[in-house]
């Protein structure tokens, strides 16, 4: 069984359109994030989300729209795609301090 | 801001070799710190970890000790296989404020047999 399971795990697209990753986790975190990994593969929350509800915004464009619809999902909505999106979108969940667990990510390649 | 810092890679070693892995950091709180391996194309996978002072996290074969007098969490293994080759990232996560990750900046390891 898959911990985190993230989809798609790749995502081409054309500049201006819109695109949704989705995220699921069973292992019952009530924490739920969502990061990016650029091309030097440096990482950087997005956003968290506990039990549902916004913690963490990292100043990310408004064109980035999580949704939580329970606590085992965290969907990540992208408009108006811009080139500079392209980027690995990496799910994870966590409880407490035990540290996050990570889904296998999605290519997002905007042309 | 807390930070992390982490040696610059890539790190090349002949199989069976020592590795060290150095990882600083700055916080101001008492953070707990993680060491995370992303194998090639695939996600992050937790490594080990530890939360707080002199505490040792192992896994694998790797260890490291979180030493709060030097600010350190370095990463070693004594004998480093091809299979560990790698991308390997240091991060804390500040239990005061919320439990996001803040990452180094990864160093890659290749093992050579």
């Known amino acids: 069984d898959t911990a985190v399971s993230q989809t798609p795990k790749y995502l081409v697209t054309q500049m201006g359109n819109d695109k949704s990753i989705k995220c699921e986790q069973n292992?019952?975190?009530?924490?739920m994030y969502w990061y990016k990994q650029d091309s030097k593969k440096f990482l950087k929350i997005m956003f968290s989300y506990n039990n549902k509800e916004l913690i963490i915004n990292e100043t990310v464009p408004n064109r980035f729209s999580p949704k939580s619809p329970d606590k085992a999902h965290l969907n990540l909505h992208i408009n108006s795609l811009e080139l500079g999106d392209s980027a690995v979108y990496f799910c994870a969940s966590s409880r407490e301090t035990s540290g996050a667990f990570f889904g296998q990510g999605t290519r997002l390649t905007v042309v | 801001g807390d930070s992390v810092t982490q040696m610059e890679g890539p790190v090349t070693l002949s199989e069976e070799a020592f590795l060290t892995i150095n990882c600083t950091y700055t916080?101001?709180?008492?953070?707990?710190l993680f060491w995370y391996v992303q194998y090639p194309g695939e996600g992050l996978q937790l490594l080990l970890k530890a939360t707080k002072a002199d505490d040792k996290g192992s896994n694998k074969g790797f260890e490291a000790t979180y030493r709060k007098e030097t600010t350190s969490f370095h990463l070693e293994k004594g004998s480093v296989q091809v299979s560990d080759s790698a991308v390997y990232f240091c991060?804390?996560?500040?239990?005061?404020?919320?439990?996001?990750?803040?990452f180094g900046t990864g160093t890659r390891l290749q093992v050579f047999p």
């Open positions: 991060a804390l996560s500040d239990r005061a404020s919320t439990d996001k990750l803040i």
């Open positions: 292992l019952g975190h009530d924490t």
């Open positions: 916080a101001t709180g008492y953070p707990s």
